[in-house]
């Protein structure tokens, strides 16, 4: 629901309408929902996780598509993942609108010291349990050294639909993507 108010100019004879965009809470957004996942390397300290946050909250309550405001969330999910999620029933994100959000983490990442719009990378958990990024390229090297298998843990951050991203964003290689690059 968008959420309108009305401001009166001082001196003026007008009143000006000022949109709310309706950002709403994460769990709240249906299944067919647009998703991007967004993904720190390195991860982030609170400090500058915060930063981030600040910085993209500060977009999504002011993000709109072709002048419509978009009911959007996101979640900060293990000091590494940013997910953003649009409602599409009423209006959808535009490819101006999401070029937009790509500017807004670009701009952020000198001040976060991270890659965050940067893609090529692949997230694992290792032996213990901490999530590791590495290229694509390192895959054939860590299979070989049995870093990854295919039972490893992985993080799929090319999936766009909400209803798969609470699926299978986190679930064996075999089971993704990064399974057909283990042999």
Same mark, same amino acid.
């Given at each position: 629901? !968008?959420? =309108?108010? *009305?401001? +009166?100019?001082?001196?003026?004879?007008?009143?000006?309408? &000022?949109?709310?965009?309706?950002?709403?809470?994460?769990?709240?957004?249906?299944?067919?929902?647009?998703?991007?996942?967004?993904?720190?390397?390195?991860?982030?300290?609170?400090?500058?996780?915060?930063?981030?946050?600040?910085? !993209?909250? =500060?977009? *999504?309550? +002011?993000?709109?598509?072709?002048?419509?405001?978009?009911? &959007?969330?996101?979640?900060?999910?293990?000091?590494?993942?940013?997910?953003?999620?649009?409602?599409?029933t009423h209006t959808g994100a535009s490819g101006c609108s999401i070029d937009g959000l790509f500017r807004v983490l670009q701009q952020l990442e000198n001040s976060v010291h991270a890659s965050l719009v940067g893609g090529g990378r692949v997230y694992y958990r290792d032996h213990h349990g901490v999530i590791q990024a590495v290229g694509r390229g390192d895959i054939d090297r860590l299979v070989h050294e049995g870093e990854i298998t295919k039972d490893t843990v992985v993080f799929d951050t090319t999936l766009s639909d909400l209803g798969d991203w609470r699926r299978k964003f986190e679930r064996p290689a075999r089971e993704s993507w990064v399974g057909e690059l283990i042999h």
């Open positions: 629901m !968008v959420h =309108s108010a *009305l401001r +009166e100019r001082r001196g003026g004879s007008f009143l000006q309408r &000022v949109t709310l965009m309706p950002v709403v809470a994460f769990e709240s957004l249906p299944d067919a929902s647009r998703v991007w996942v967004f993904a720190s390397d390195p991860a982030l300290p609170a400090a500058a996780a915060k930063t981030m946050l600040s910085g !993209v909250d =500060s977009h *999504l309550k +002011e993000w709109k598509a072709h002048g419509e405001p978009l009911t &959007v969330s996101r979640e900060w999910i293990e000091d590494r993942f940013l997910v953003v999620a649009v409602d599409q």
